[in-house]
């Protein structure tokens, strides 16, 4: 197949994500893929916007983020580096690229994921071109737009992006409601779930002292590990205070910190104000093939995310990467992650994000063994293969039956089992 992905992110800046794996596992087993893309990271580069200026077009050919034998191609259009100019800029050259990819590559298959401006048009071009489309939701898109204001705008154009769309997939049913309510088709609106390399996320075969040496912690020290994107809400300032807390009872305690983003260097500021420095380490952004022996080199993982619109529905990544490291994981009750992974799966729920130190510092030994068992037996069924064939089979059948915005008829025959 010749598949076409279109979203507002840059390939290579955040994640990695679902999509990725799945769009890199496809080019692996031979489908060309190619990806339109945006770096909408621009305005953080070097700490600080630079603009005025024109952000050039590039293509990238050979694109691989973890798989030796991945073949992506990753295609950026121009836009006008000028806060909210940027939209307004992609809102056309991402509608030409899309076409123009449409006429060049000639897709079997257009999928749009993360954003809101490519996948509008990948939806709207893909009808016009009797192509199907696919739209494919790792979380609340519509409630991510940095710019407040501006998410209602996002909402109203997701709602007929959702319209548009042959099949919708959503990473967990909690979204998969959402989505429904936002006006997609129960009908033609599936659960995709997410998954994690066995292979590469092997306690097995990972070898933990050696970042436990680099960041220094001791043998004795309870490691809480958090990775991923630093925002407002990810509940870490909370984590840190409590730490603050608990340091001179449990000086044993310490926090490794993967990754950076909006909140980072707020987050480094709140840890000098409160004289817990040497209890948090941060690592900044660092290689994916680092991240299983980072994990690796923590006790219990945590996720204390406040429970607000953006995460209220998502099921990070992240979460399926700590289980296969067989790590216990605490975590808020998010209703997405509660739905999608219930009880007796390796995970901890907490009320509030305030909750995450205290919990973890009162684990048992016996407690965090019947957790790291649970982790184990839960995700063995979770490896990126199985997600990966599941979604090319969704895929082959659009394309097999022909479907377009006017064969809804055909729904029957991509309704998949995920029991």
Known sequence: MRILMVHDNGWANKGPHQHHHLMEKLSVKGHQVVVVEYDHLWRMKNGSMRFPGIAKGSVRTGVQRFYDNGDVTCISPPFIKIPLFDYLSLAATFRRQIQHEIKRFSPDVIVGSTGVISPYWGAILAGGAHIPYVDYWLDATDQLVPEAFLRPVARMIKRRTLKKATLVLTLNET???YVIEMGASPSTTQVLPGGVDLGTFDPARTNSHRMRDKYGLGKDDLVLFFMGWIYDFSGLQEAVLELARYRE?????????VGEGDF???LQ???RESHVQEGVIFTGKVPYTEIPALIAAADIALLPAHDNEIMRNAVPIKIYEYLAMHKPTICTKLSGIMREFGSNCGILYIEKPEDAVRV???LTHEDVQ????????YIENYGWDVITDRFEEMLASLVKDGWHQDAKSTTKDVAFSFE
């Open 175 to 177: 979204l998969r409601e």
């Open 249 to 257: 009872l449990r000086p044993d305690l310490k926090l490794l910190i």
């Open 370 to 377: 019947i957790l790291k068992m649970q982790a184990k037996q």
């Open 264 to 266: 980072y260097q707020t």
């Open 269 to 271: 500021e709140i840890v």
């Open 360 to 362: 973890a510092a009162n």
